[in-house]
């Protein structure tokens, strides 16, 4: 129904921003929850982030608050995820994933992900 596809992922120097993009094709984008998730090597993936679809609640793991920023524009079809205060344990695969339930983002269940894109910080 919906497939995703991140980009803007890079190296980037400890204390640097970058943002990821997360585009989406399908029906009723808008209504769907987005998230962004993270695997670094050897680890569990981890729940970074997420936005509601009709009102845009944000929710932010402890690890991030204050240093990402996740967003939507309905109208582009597009979830995003802006990174400031990089640090080196930020580096991970990122993915993007959809449900339209908010309980399956935040058990990190989501029906549908993307391929993910690398982001790797430098110290």
């Known amino acids: 129904q919906v497939q995703l596809e991140e980009s803007g992922g890079g190296l980037v120097q400890a204390g640097g921003s970058l943002r990821l993009s997360c585009a989406a094709s399908?029906?009723?984008?808008?209504?769907?929850?987005m998230g962004w998730f993270r695997q670094a090597p050897g680890k569990e993936r981890e729940f970074v982030a997420a936005?509601?679809?009709?009102?845009?609640?944000?929710f932010y793991a402890d690890s991030v608050k204050g240093r990402f920023t996740i967003s939507r524009d309905n109208t582009k079809n597009t979830v995003y995820l802006q990174m400031s205060v990089l640090k080196p344990e930020d580096t991970a695969v990122y993915y993007c994933?959809?449900?339209?339930?908010?309980?399956?983002?935040?058990?990190?269940?989501?029906?549908?992900w993307g391929q993910g894109t690398q982001v790797t910080v430098s110290s």
């Open positions: 994933a959809a449900d339209r339930d908010l309980a399956l983002i935040a058990t990190m269940r989501p029906t549908v």
């Open positions: 936005i509601t679809g009709s009102i845009s609640n944000t």
């Open positions: 399908g029906r009723s984008f808008s209504s769907y929850v």
